[in-house]
């Protein structure tokens, strides 16, 4: 849509997806065993792993998403609902983190605003937000995370998942 859509989505995507891959990699079933490096569980094959679901992700986000897209957004929101099953608290700390990063670029980039009044048309605000590609990608990460996290031997309360991921529907507009 527009550089500021693009830089936005590529902070959450930092914020976000090291979120979720520490959750990955760090908390793995058996951890501190010995492990074949052909298996699932290989230092080499797990990277692999989570990068395939990523790209999958983009692509059923832009296929089954209306409109012209790409599929970015959604695997944004998929890293976002994954890790928000994985690493609640650690979630919300990242969601406040990413609105920071963007009021801080967008204070040394544009520092001084100014504005006048004036007549002009004004559209419904989220008319041009792809709302389905965004929850359908939360949704895939939300499921990707309940089938990682019913594995882990050390797994956050019901409660932080469930605040977490109310927190972030509200701050991220999914109720839209």
Do not use: C, M
């Not at 490096?37 to 832009?62: D, E, K, M």
């Not at 700390?93 to 048309?121: C, E, I, K, M, Q």
């Not at 004004?122 to 995370?145: K, P």
């Amino acid at each position: 849509g527009s550089f500021g859509h693009l830089l936005g989505n590529l902070i959450a995507l930092v914020v976000f997806g090291s979120i979720a891959e520490y959750g990955y990699s760090h908390f793995r079933p058996g951890r501190g065993t010995q492990v074949k490096y052909a298996s699932r569980q290989s230092p080499y094959v797990r990277p692999l792993r989570f990068v395939g679901v990523i790209v999958l992700v983009g692509i059923a986000t832009a296929v089954f998403t209306p409109g012209p897209i790409i599929g970015f957004s959604g695997v944004v929101y998929a890293l976002a609902g994954f890790a928000l099953v994985v690493r609640p608290l650690t979630t919300v700390a990242g969601l406040l983190l990413t609105d920071v990063l963007r009021d801080l670029y967008n204070a040394f980039t544009s520092p001084v605003a100014t504005y006048s009044p004036s007549v002009r048309h004004v559209d419904v605000w989220f008319a041009d937000i792809a709302v389905t590609g965004h929850l359908l990608g939360f949704l895939f990460g939300v499921l990707v995370g309940i089938a990682l996290w019913r594995r882990l031997e050390e797994r956050p309360g019901a409660a932080r998942i469930w605040f977490a991921t109310v927190l972030f529907g509200i701050v991220q507009q999914l109720w839209l």
